[in-house]
């Protein structure tokens, strides 16, 4: 190679190619988020890996069960009325235009908004004996406060924005062109929503009752307002830092993480396989 010749830069640079300075960046700068959540997990884990014995004996309580047992099943059945009544909402805030439309919008979001205090007394204030939704229902013997439809109604309003809007977005992506073509071949507006909208957003359908669902489960003040009992897991915490401490409710705390990451990694690893046709618009 003679001297000052540059011929072989181009070679070498295909052949070893450079970092690029933005995607390092932005790595660098986005890894600090992810830094501090595995702090604060590392945080929990390492004091109850010292103490194993202690964490099985917290985790083998049947409070502590029935508490994670009694919030998921309560985040699954706000997920399926959020399903039942607002995938027909997203629909017709994704395709129509009305008056109005843009206060609609800021009402879907407002639960994103609120603090969780103000959440939890509207529900109270709603579903209470006394409240315009809670009076006719508590005479038909449906009751919300201190009872488990209090903590459904409290999870489905704060967790209604997540699925709504993600369903919504699912919906727009959807060509209008090709729901016209079912309908000029004869589909109903039904038929051509129900054979070609919804098939093609059950990716975003499928992540936002994933949202909806995460979120539901780890409501704490709008659920204690309206039911306190029973505890689901955010109240059992709670009571127990208030009433044995740190150390147990540490614990309490723990198990109920390893629970939630092991059943949002299936959850997330189904994805891959959701909305395929996705891919094809």
Known sequence: MMKGDQSWWPSFRSSHRL???????????????????????LSLAVPEF????????VAAQERVVDSILLTMGAGLNAVLILLVFGIPLAY??????????????SLVDLPLMLPHTIAGIMVYLLFMERGIIGAPL?????????????????????SSPYLINSVREGFENVPLHIENVARTLGASRFQ?????????????IYSGA?????????????????????????????????????????????VFLIVCLAVFAVLRFLTRFMGKYDDRI
Not at 19 to 41: K, M, N, Q, R
Not at 92 to 105: H, T
Not at 214 to 225: L, Q, V
């Open 138 to 158: 508590a005479s038909a013997g449906i009751f919300f406060e201190d009872a488990y439809p209090g903590i459904v109604v409290a999870m489905v309003f704060v």
């Open 92 to 105: 017709i805030l994704a395709r129509m235009n009305f008056r109005g439309k843009g206060i609609v919008e």
């Open 19 to 41: 970092p690029d300075a933005c995607l390092i960046s932005f790595a660098l700068t986005g890894s600090l988020i992810v830094v501090i959540t595995l702090l604060a997990i």
């Open 210 to 254: 994933i949202l909806a669902w995460g979120r539901a489960i780890g409501e704490f003040a709008a659920i204690i307002m309206i039911a306190y009992y029973p505890m689901v897991i955010s109240t059992v915490i709670y009571y127990t830092f208030t009433t044995h401490g740190i150390k147990e409710s540490r614990s309490v705390a723990f």
């Open 192 to 204: 051509a929503f129900a054979r070609v909208v919804l098939p093609l957003s059950v990716r975003h």
């Open 50 to 57: 010292g103490d194993i014995s202690h964490l099985l004996q």
